[in-house]
């Protein structure tokens, strides 16, 4: 039974074959791989910590002028610059002639979700390009 504790050999493959039979290649893409995720890990905490709490900043664009038979059509596209979505988003387009409204349209995103777009349209009686558009967000809520 004395010979049971003594240490086995290398040819026998029971022991003494450990880590350095492990090759390069597969250390660097272990390395590789953890390196991959704590990179991930620290981008989720930093944008959890950093900016988790900024509300919704809703930028609106426009991005066609389109005569339809009904009128005219704005299409636009709100971008949240914030890190907390918003739903519900009530957009108003104007048309102004100095002071003087002339023509108003309100729509309702269902939700823009934080540092995306959502796109939309609004219709007008009257030609856009001849007044100035004023596109406003009115509100939100949250989700």
Do not use: C
């Not at 390196?35 to 989720?44: K, N, P, S």
């Not at 339809?68 to 949240?80: A, D, H, P």
């Amino acid at each position: 039974m004395a010979g049971d504790d003594a240490p086995r050999d290398a040819e026998s493959g029971q022991k003494g074959a450990g880590a350095n039979d492990i090759p390069p290649l597969e250390w660097a893409v272990a390395m590789l791989g953890a390196g991959l995720v704590i990179a991930t890990l620290g981008y989720l905490l930093l944008l959890g910590i950093g900016h988790g709490q900024s509300p919704p900043d809703l930028q609106i664009t426009v991005q066609a002028y389109t005569a339809v038979e009904s009128g005219y059509l704005i299409e636009f596209e709100v971008f949240n610059r914030g890190y907390q979505p918003a739903a519900q988003v009530t957009v108003q387009g104007s048309l102004r002639a100095g002071d003087i409204e002339i023509e108003t349209s309100e729509t309702t995103l269902d939700y823009v979700p934080s540092q995306s777009w959502r796109g939309g349209g609004l219709y007008f009686a009257n030609d856009p390009r001849s007044y100035t558009l004023v596109l406003r967000p009115l509100g939100y809520q949250r989700p």
